[in-house]
């Protein structure tokens, strides 16, 4: 129900739906300055991992060339065994990777990541031996066959990267960074991270000082490096324009070192380098795409590769230049070409020593990712991620590249769309909870919510777009509605009580009930059509003068005192008042078992209409009813007031007989009825804060007031319009009104044709 509110009341909805639409961007806003605050980004990104979990019902597309190279704990088992001509322990020396590195290339792979952390070098490794007697360092052996394959790619870390010998001889270093959210969760990977990498000196004596180098300040002309625990400077480097320092001096002055390089000698203290993500520098590489030329905007939330031939890749990334992407390929996946590391060792073996007849290449063409799955110690490289709490860490290598060269990956949502989704379901939520019933609007906010979640899961798994769900369905959504729906229970509980002060003692029962359960109840001020019903009791007036008269000639005849006479006074009138009270008690009584609505007493005169509030499509024939009834109410009121009066007449014989004084004869009292149909204003005239009245007023309604005037003792009179009326719904009734002369009417030029009709019992 929802009745025409007051200026205050419509503003409300208004004043509600923007404070709540104004608390959710002021969520979506607070991460932005409030670095700690993340709860709307936690609960969304757990929307997000549901949403990915569905999404892999309708499976992930993978590249025909990606692989897969797992050192397992079989393949720990195996080398340590020697069964492949050699034994190593637990951590093995860097010869091991040379040779799966040599094999690789010789099954002619096209691009190798390997997830294995190479920070320094192992002098303590023993040396390989080579063909004819000689040996090569463990260390050489491995820089020495990346030079040699061309294509391998090392893995980096902000805090570690490769070592000097083997950045240099490898094709390139991709980062390995694994950075989870807040909630432990990797769900995404950094597109590239500016790595500063340090000269070896430099390393060293940071090393040896316990300073941190990611604390290291470059001002003009010097570098600070400062104690790890304390802000306090350990050391100056002093550097030229170029940025270089002097070798020799730093050895001397620093790590207490004599240099044999003989005279100054000047070089780079640190060189700036971008380290692309390892899955799409080998990706990249693979696809011939320039990340050298790279085009990052941050503000547009994309990287842009171009390749040979018009080739291209926009990559989709967060403010923070972070890239989304599926997990759903994992190591066991059927479509990736996979193998132990051991069978790759034991291929290179048989290779060495000339055996090649039964061996394949099965990486041939192929992108492949070296890494571990083993267990134990420092070897397990498990992660939790949005399809799965646990999955090994190397696998977001070649869902990286899957995603670039299928070009899938997820595109996040940006803040201005959040913000537009936000007000455009907040008003949707608004308008839906104020425009229908509550239920209603909570099935239709529910079908929506259901419709825009489905929606964002079809948008994950068929177009890779993360559609936000917190804050524009659970909060602008969700709670505009529950805000909105709390507010209109008090507001039309408000109404309800409103409604039912101002109607209960004017229309039936029923009719107030189907007041409050209407949806849309316009209670001030409209144009209906309408019929009004004017019932005035005659004869009340000459009562009244008889019975001051009758009472004025017993006080003087008894000569009562001035509070004795005042005590009949009031009796008099209260006997008036009962009488009068009784007539138009029995009118409303008709009006309202009529479904008229009952406006106002005026003086011995009843006021009703028909056709509102309630909308009533035979408002004529409803009132002329009710008129016909209300005559034959009275009708036989007075029957039963002259029976009472017969009584009265006998008993007053014997009462004269005895000397009690007689008993008062019951007055009778006729009505005269006038209607009228047509166009009026209906509404509430008042104010909440004294006398509230729902009524009509114009041209119509003071025609049927003069009709009732013109209507004499016992008689109903209408107007032309409502016998219009009249016969449209009841033919029978209406040929049976008689026409009466045309009467004139104060307020009306021309005379009115009016019409009586018939209401005694005998005469229907």
Request: charged residues 20%; proline residues 5%; neutral net charge.
């Amino acid at each position: 129900m929802a009745s025409e509110p007051t200026a205050s009341a419509r503003r409300t909805p208004w004043i509600i739906g923007g404070g709540v639409v104004a608390l959710i961007c002021l969520v979506q806003a607070m991460p932005r300055w409030w670095v700690g605050f993340d709860l709307p980004e936690r609960f969304e990104r757990v929307t997000y991992d549901w949403r990915m979990r569905q999404a892999q019902r309708w499976g992930v597309p993978a590249a025909t060339n990606l692989a897969a190279v797992l050192i397992s704990d079989d393949s720990i088992a195996i080398v340590n065994d020697g069964v492949l001509g050699f034994r190593c322990g637990l951590y093995w020396p860097r010869h091991v990777y040379g040779r799966m590195i040599r094999e690789l290339a010789r099954q002619g792979a096209l691009a190798v990541g390997c997830d294995i952390l190479l920070g320094e070098l192992r002098p303590d490794h023993p040396p390989v031996g080579e063909p004819g007697g000689s040996v090569i360092g463990s260390d050489a052996f491995l820089a020495r066959e990346l030079r040699a394959a061309g294509n391998v790619l090392l893995a980096a870390r902000a805090s570690l990267p490769p070592a000097p010998l083997f950045f240099t001889n490898a094709c390139a270093a991709g980062d390995v960074s694994a950075d989870a959210d807040s909630d432990g969760v990797l769900r995404r990977a950094r597109a590239y991270v500016d790595y500063r990498l340090w000269h070896p000196h430099i390393v060293r004596a940071a090393r040896l000082l316990r300073c941190d180098l990611n604390r290291a300040v470059t001002v003009p002309g010097r570098i600070l490096l400062k104690e790890d625990e304390e802000d306090r400077i350990a050391v100056q480097i002093e550097l030229d324009a170029e940025g270089r320092f002097e070798v020799a001096t730093f050895l001397q002055t620093v790590l207490q070192e004599e240099d044999a390089g003989g005279g100054p000698r000047w070089e780079p203290a640190f060189e700036d380098r971008r380290i692309w993500n390892l899955g799409l520098a080998l990706a990249a590489r693979a696809m011939g795409l320039d990340l050298d030329k790279a085009s990052i905007n941050l503000r547009r939330r994309e990287i842009v590769l171009h390749g040979p031939g018009g080739q291209y890749r926009i990559i989709p990334v967060d403010r923070e230049g972070r890239i989304y992407f599926d997990w759903g390929l994992t190591p066991w996946d059927s479509r990736l070409t996979k193998a132990g590391i051991e069978q790759l060792l034991a291929a290179d073996v048989s290779r060495e020593a000339g055996d090649t007849n039964d061996l394949a290449a099965p990486f041939a063409g192929q992108i492949v990712v070296v890494g571990s799955i083993a267990t134990g110690n420092d070897l397990t490289d498990v992660v939790a991620t949005p399809i799965s709490p646990r999955t090994y860490g190397l696998s977001q290598h070649w869902n990286v590249a899957n995603a670039l060269i299928l070009n899938r990956f997820i595109r996040p949502y940006s803040y201005g769309m959040e913000a537009v989704l936000i007000l455009v379901l907040g008003a949707l939520a608004a308008w839906l909870t104020w425009s229908l019933r509550a239920a209603w609007a909570s099935v239709c906010v529910l079908l929506l919510t259901a419709g825009y979640v489905g929606m964002s899961i079809h948008l994950l798994a068929a177009r890779q777009f993360w559609l936000p769900v917190v804050l524009p369905v659970g909060g602008a959504l969700l709670m505009m509605h529950v805000t909105m729906v709390t507010y209109r229970v008090i507001f039309e509980q408000q109404e309800r009580r409103r409604i039912r002060s101002v109607f209960s003692k004017m229309v039936a029962p029923e009719v107030v009930q189907e007041l409050l359960s209407s949806q849309h109840l316009r209670l001030g001020g409209a144009r209906r059509q309408i019929t009004v019903f004017f019932a005035d009791v005659r004869g009340f007036t000459e009562l009244t003068d008889r019975s001051q008269a009758q009472a004025e000639e017993y006080v003087r005849a008894r000569q009562l005192s001035a509070e004795a006479a005042e005590h009949h006074y009031s009796e008099q009138a209260a006997e008036l008042l009962a009488t009068v009270n009784l007539y138009l008690g029995r009118v409303a009584d008709i009006i309202k078992q009529h479904r008229g609505t009952l406006d106002k007493y005026i003086g011995d005169c009843v006021m009703a209409f028909w056709g509102a509030p309630v909308p009533e499509p035979r408002h004529a024939l409803a009132g002329v009813q009710a008129a016909r009834a209300a005559q034959q109410a009275i009708a036989a009121l007075n029957q039963e007031r002259e029976r009472e009066n017969q009584r009265r007449i006998e008993a007053n014989r014997s009462r004269l007989e005895q000397g009690r004084p007689e008993l008062p004869l019951l007055p009778l009292l006729a009505l005269g009825t006038g209607l009228n149909t047509g166009i009026a204003t209906v509404g509430l005239m008042g104010s909440d804060a004294h006398i509230l009245n729902y009524t009509v007023f114009g041209r119509e309604v003071n025609l049927a007031s003069r009709l009732e005037g013109v209507s004499g003792r016992s008689r109903i009179i209408i107007s032309e319009a409502t016998l219009s009326d009249l016969r449209q719904n009841d033919p029978e009734l209406a040929a049976r009104c008689r026409e009466l002369e045309p009467v004139h009417v104060k307020g009306i030029t021309q005379p009115v044709r009016v019409f009586e009709v018939p209401w005694r019992i005998e005469a229907g």
